[in-house]
C-alpha cells in the first residue's frame, strides 16, 4: 500500500489478556519504529527497528511488552497480561533511512483494556 | 536526557490572527528538530525538519524557526483548517529515536 497500515484499528479487551497489533511499513523503508500516546499526550518511544540490526528495546515499559519484525516488513507489538494503564494508541511509523527524523506514522491502533 | 516542552498547551485564535508556538528544548547534541502536525484520530504527519541554529523552514502559512535552546512555530493568518494538534520532537546525536513534546492544541475559528 501506499501509507503504513496497521490493524486492527481498535481493540477491547479484558485485563490479563495478551494482544497482539500489526504494523506493515511502507515497502522499501528500513526503519520502523512503535510509539504509545495516552489521552492527551505525547508520544511515548517504545522500540526502534533498524534492518538486520538489534532493536532499540530502551522505550519498552515493561516485560509484559514485546515486538518482532521480519526482516524489513511487517511488525507485531505483543503485550502480554494487559492492565487498564495499557489502554492508549499504539501508532507505528517507519522512515527510508536510520537517522532521520521524518516519519510516516500509521493511523493506530487503539488499545482499551477493561 | 533528551527532553522537549511545547507550550501553550492549548491556543484559540480568530481566524486571521496570528501567533506562534513554542518547543523548548534540551539535548546533549542535535541531529534534527522536527514539527509534525496531527488532526484527531490521526497518526502525526510531518511538517518541516531543521537542523541548526538560524535556520527556517516556511510551508503555505507556517514557518519554523530554531534557536540553540527553542524553535519557534509561527502561524501567519490562520485558517479554520490549521485546526490541529503541533508537535514537536528532536533527535539526538546519541541515537535514532524521536523524543516528542506533548503537543499544543490549536483551534481556529471562523
Known amino acids: 500500500g501506499a501509507g503504513v497500515s496497521q490493524s486492527p484499528s481498535n481493540k477491547v479487551t479484558e485485563k490479563g489478556k495478551d494482544v497482539e497489533l500489526r504494523c506493515d511499513p511502507i515497502?522499501?523503508?528500513?526503519?520502523l519504529y512503535w510509539y504509545r500516546q495516552r489521552l492527551g499526550q505525547g508520544l511515548e518511544f517504545l522500540i526502534y527497528?533498524?534492518?538486520?540490526?538489534?532493536?532499540?528495546k530502551s522505550g519498552l515499559p515493561s516485560d509484559r511488552f514485546s515486538a518482532e519484525r521480519t526482516g524489513e516488513s511487517v511488525s507485531t507489538l505483543t503485550i502480554q497480561r494487559t492492565q487498564q494503564e495499557d489502554s492508549a494508541v499504539y501508532l507505528c511509523?517507519?522512515?527510508?533511512?536510520?537517522?532521520?527524523?521524518?516519519?510516516?506514522f500509521g493511523e493506530g491502533s487503539r488499545l482499551t483494556v477493561l | 536526557e533528551d527532553q522537549v516542552t511545547q507550550s501553550p498547551e492549548a491556543l484559540r485564535l480568530q481566524e486571521g490572527e496570528s501567533s506562534s508556538l513554542n518547543c523548548s528544548y534540551t539535548v546533549s547534541g542535535l541531529r534534527g528538530l522536527f514539527w509534525y502536525r496531527q488532526d484527531p484520530g490521526k497518526g502525526p504527519e510531518f511538517l518541516f525538519t531543521?537542523?541548526?541554529a538560524g535556520e527556517e523552514k516556511e510551508k503555505e502559512r507556517l514557518k519554523a524557526t530554531l534557536t540553540k535552546k527553542e524553535s519557534f512555530l509561527h502561524i501567519t493568518a490562520p485558517k479554520p483548517e490549521d485546526s490541529a494538534t503541533y508537535l514537536c520532537?528532536?533527535?539526538?546525536?546519541?541515537?535514532?529515536?524521536?523524543?516528542f513534546g506533548e503537543g499544543t492544541q490549536l483551534t481556529v475559528n471562523p
Open positions: 511509523a517507519s522512515n527510508l533511512y536510520r537517522g532521520t527524523g521524518e516519519l510516516f
Open positions: 531543521l537542523y541548526s
Open positions: 515497502s522499501g523503508h528500513t526503519a
Open positions: 527497528f533498524q534492518g538486520n540490526s538489534a532493536p532499540d
Open positions: 520532537a528532536l533527535m539526538g546525536t546519541s541515537g535514532s529515536r524521536l523524543t
